[in-house]
């Protein structure tokens, strides 16, 4: 067994899906390979990480220090008058101060929430047979295949001629909704395109991001929430999405 065959069947071990025979053959070639055994280790820690239980988030007693850092100070009081219009002044722009952190800070815990199911439904897939529903290189094929099974139609490009390989689609679920998963390969990397609708949402540039080893590139654009996912370096993924933009628009 070499080491491309192991990774494939890493995550199956991790999950105890292997039989007793792969299981050992695994187990053997990982005893003699320091790669594969480190790359066994951060699975292990990846998967524990992304255990639902570790993946919950309470909001943290900073939260009230830091919007009262928001707010404006006290002016001192001159008379009864002005210290209850001062009052009523400061009331209202204490409200608004903090009702504006308290929304930029749940929509960034929202946006890392949803960053956590991204990663999650990325590792979902690697496991057997969770890849695609419909597996194909032609794009005219995977595109009409979500025709009915999606409110919106996702954008499906072919790549290959620009060193990222169509592999076909399935469906999947981000912040529990139904979303399109576009599958491509860079080598022996695998990398997820998920495409949500965004009704109305304006177009958001595209912000590289990492969570547990693996790295994410998301952007906004025609309607469409995206997040590309793979565990290839920021550099290449970043240069998947460059391309896969510029398909759409030519």
């Known amino acids: ?25 695994v187990e053997a070639h990982i005893a003699g390979c320091p790669n594969c055994a480190a790359r066994l280790r951060e699975f292990t820690e990846m998967r524990q990480a992304m255990n639902p239980a570790a993946l919950r988030y309470a909001a943290p007693a900073s939260l009230r220090s830091r919007i009262e850092d928001k707010l404006p100070a006290p002016q001192a009081a001159q008379t009864r008058r002005s210290v209850m219009k001062g009052f009523a002044v400061g009331a209202t722009a204490s409200a608004l101060a903090a009702s504006g952190v308290l929304v930029m800070v749940m929509r960034k815990d929202d946006e890392r929430r949803v960053l956590g199911d991204v990663v999650s439904a990325h590792l979902r897939s690697l496991q057997a047979q969770h890849l695609t529903d419909v597996m194909s290189s032609d794009q005219h094929t995977v595109k009409p295949w979500f025709n009915g099974r999606l409110d919106v139609a996702p954008p499906v490009v072919d790549l290959t001629a620009l060193g990222f390989t169509l592999l076909g689609g399935r469906l999947d679920y981000v912040d529990a909704k139904p979303v399109a998963a576009i599958v491509y390969r860079r080598r022996v990397h695998v990398i997820n395109l998920f495409c949500a609708p965004a009704p109305g949402a304006a177009t958001r ?9 693996f790295n994410v590139r998301r952007w906004t654009e025609n309607g469409l929430n995206l997040w ?7 550099e290449e993924l970043s240069e998947f999405g460059d391309k896969f933009e510029a398909a759409l628009r030519s």
């Open 1 to 25: 067994m070499n080491c491309e065959e192991a990774e494939v069947l890493l995550h199956a071990l991790i999950d105890g899906e292997l039989d007793a025979g792969h299981a050992c053959e």
């Open 205 to 213: 540039r595209a912000v590289m991001e990492s969570l547990q080893g």
């Open 228 to 234: 590309a996912v793979s565990d290839l370096g920021a």
